[in-house]
């Protein structure tokens, strides 16, 4: 017989998360964007509701296989993610932001498309600063309510820029990757990540998205029973 494990460890919490990477517009045809495919929120998501969570996935520009019984909300840019997330916001048990939300759109999207002989030799375009998701919600939480961030880093201090948004930001927790990483973060199959959190920090050593995936969720059980106490 084929034996089956079911793992109710987050039945009826409501998870939300966000996934992808966001595009302002620069005109009609073109946009700043990132390299987020999507794959860990995802993964995030998919295994929350193996748990029994009720999951929403607010997804940026995200073109992976969706699971059925998950919600999925699409947006394009950081002010959709931003409303998109703000709306579902207070429902929601869990908030895990996983999304690359850009920092910078441009001040206005041009209309049409641009063309060489408008712009001539140079283009400048002026880029101002979007509003921080994260930050935002935080700040207006519930008591009980959970928040993990992430924190793509690039190279040395990785992990001290990771603790730094914890506590920038009043998360519960920050997942932090090394993007320098070869065959880890974006686009790969495999992540390593480190865990931040008050109590200290739990590094994952280079596995697929779904086991860094469980270990977030197992991480975000330990601090909301530590809350209970
Ligand atoms: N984030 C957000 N809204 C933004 C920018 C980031 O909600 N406008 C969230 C991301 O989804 C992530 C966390 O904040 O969960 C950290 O994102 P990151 O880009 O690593 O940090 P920033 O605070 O934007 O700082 P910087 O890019 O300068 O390192
Ligand atoms: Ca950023």
Redesign the pocket.
Known sequence: AVETTFDASLRGVNVLV?AGGTREPIDAVRFIGNRSSGRMGFAVAEQAQRRGANVTVVAANVSLPRATGIEYVDVVT?AE??DA?AARFDACDVLI???????YRPEAAHGGKLKKDQTGEELNLRLV?????????ADRRRPGQTI??????HGDGALA??RG?LE??H?DA??VNDVSGAGIGFDAADNEVWIVTAEGEHHVPKTSKDAVAAAILDAVLNHSSSNDT
């Open positions: 966000s950081a993610l931003a997330c932001m996983a999304a690359a939300v850009a920092d600063r979007t509003t921080d998701v994260l930050s935002s919600l993990v961030g992430f924190a793509a880093e820029y990771g948004k920038r930001k998360l920050v997942v």
